[in-house]
């Protein structure tokens, strides 16, 4: 039997993809008030998953079955993190919250006596997105977009312009 030996480069993303399986696990668990909104970023298993590309002032709409909805804007991108605004409309009220949040991706890479490097999460690691009840994946892109992740059976997501924030949901 051959063996492989990895890179420094694919074992730190082993290990980041790791750590990603773990939050997903925990984020499966994540439930809302009359309905389910589940990141699945690495969830390669189904065919339900979606991955979102935001940039600056893009408009996220997302709809769960239950009639939940929110507007997510990302008003500015920095390194490995981000500043976004949310409304949201729980199932069943007419009652619109409103909120501003921040999202960060930041690990610590230590390398290890074999060559290859741990990466964990530092303490300001944050990649959840927080809208009134719903919760989104998001991960960093550039200095001018990241990505969030639904699973598309506990939610629908469209990409919408800037104008759409301040409209009814």
Avoid at 10 to 36: D, E, F, I, M, P
Wanted: proline share 4%; charged share 15%; hydrophobic share 35%.
């Amino acid at each position: 039997m051959e063996r492989q030996t990895l890179t420094n480069a694919q074992t730190s993303a082993c290990s980041v993809n790791k750590y990603r399986a773990k939050l997903l696990a925990h984020l499966l668990s994540v439930t809302l008030a009359c309905g389910v909104i589940q990141a699945a970023p690495l969830d390669i298993t189904g065919t339900s998953n979606k991955t979102i590309s935001a940039t600056t002032n893009d408009v996220l709409f997302i709809q769960t079955p239950s009639g939940a909805a929110a507007v997510v804007q990302f008003t500015s991108f920095g390194s490995s993190r981000a500043d976004y605004r949310w409304r949201y409309r729980a199932p069943n009220s007419s009652t619109i919250q409103t909120g501003t949040g921040k999202v960060v991706e930041s690990y610590d890479s230590t390398r290890q006596p074999d060559g290859n490097y741990r990466v964990t999460p530092k303490s300001d690691h944050d990649p959840i997105v927080h809208a009134g009840d719903l919760r989104m994946e998001w991960s960093f892109g550039s200095q001018t977009n990241g990505y969030v992740y639904v699973q598309t059976n506990r939610a629908t997501i469209q990409v919408l312009n800037s104008s759409a924030f301040d409209k009814g949901l």
